[in-house]
C-alpha cells in the first residue's frame, strides 16, 4: 500500500481518496475506518453536562438501568446510542461485543483468560475484570486471531 499526503493551506476539511484496483474487503474495511475515526468521538453525558469523549480513551460500553454507560479512566458517562448502534459504528475500531450488554475496547485489554470452559474472562488497563458470554465467545477469538 502507498501512502501519499498532500497539503492545501486553502482547504478547511481533510478529504481522503482511495484508489484501488477493486473493491476487496481489504479496501471496504480500510474505508470503514477511515469514517469511524475521521469521527473519533462519541457525547457523553453527566446529568446536564456534555463531553466528547475520544473513543481511544473508552475501556468499554454497557447497558446499566435501561441506559448505554461509556467507561473510561476518567468515570462513567452516559451515551444516547444503543449498544447495537455501537456495535456496528465501531467495529473497525477494534471494539468488540463480549456479552448482549456489553462492548469492550479491544486496545484496552491487557489479559484475557481462556482456561474458563465456554467463556473468557477479559481484564481491562484499569483492572476491570468482564465476561465474554460463551455466545460471543467465538466471534471474539476470530477478531484476536485467536
Given amino acids: 500500500m502507498k501512502v501519499n499526503v498532500v497539503l492545501e493551506p486553502e482547504r478547511t476539511d481533510i478529504q481522503v481518496t482511495i484508489h484501488a484496483p477493486a473493491a476487496t474487503p481489504e479496501v471496504e474495511a480500510l474505508a470503514a475506518r477511515l469514517l469511524v475515526e475521521g469521527n473519533g468521538t462519541v457525547l457523553g453525558f453527566r446529568g446536564a453536562e456534555a463531553t ?7 475501556l468499554r460500553f ?3 438501568d435501561k441506559e448505554v454507560r461509556a467507561q473510561t479512566a476518567a468515570g462513567l458517562y452516559t451515551v444516547r446510542q444503543r449498544l447495537y448502534e455501537l456495535e456496528e ?3 473497525a475500531l477494534r471494539f468488540a461485543r463480549i456479552s448482549h450488554s ?3 475496547n ?3 485489554v491487557t489479559a484475557l483468560d481462556l482456561t474458563l470452559t465456554g467463556t473468557i ?3 481491562l488497563s484499569d483492572g476491570t475484570v468482564c465476561w465474554a458470554s460463551r455466545r460471543y465467545v467465538k466471534r471474539i477469538k476470530e477478531v484476536l486471531g485467536l
Fill in 62 to 64: 454497557y447497558g446499566e
Fill in 102 to 104: 456489553e462492548i469492550v
Fill in 89 to 91: 459504528r465501531l467495529a
Fill in 52 to 58: 466528547p469523549l475520544n473513543l481511544a480513551d473508552i
Fill in 121 to 123: 474472562r477479559i481484564t
Fill in 106 to 108: 479491544l486496545r484496552q
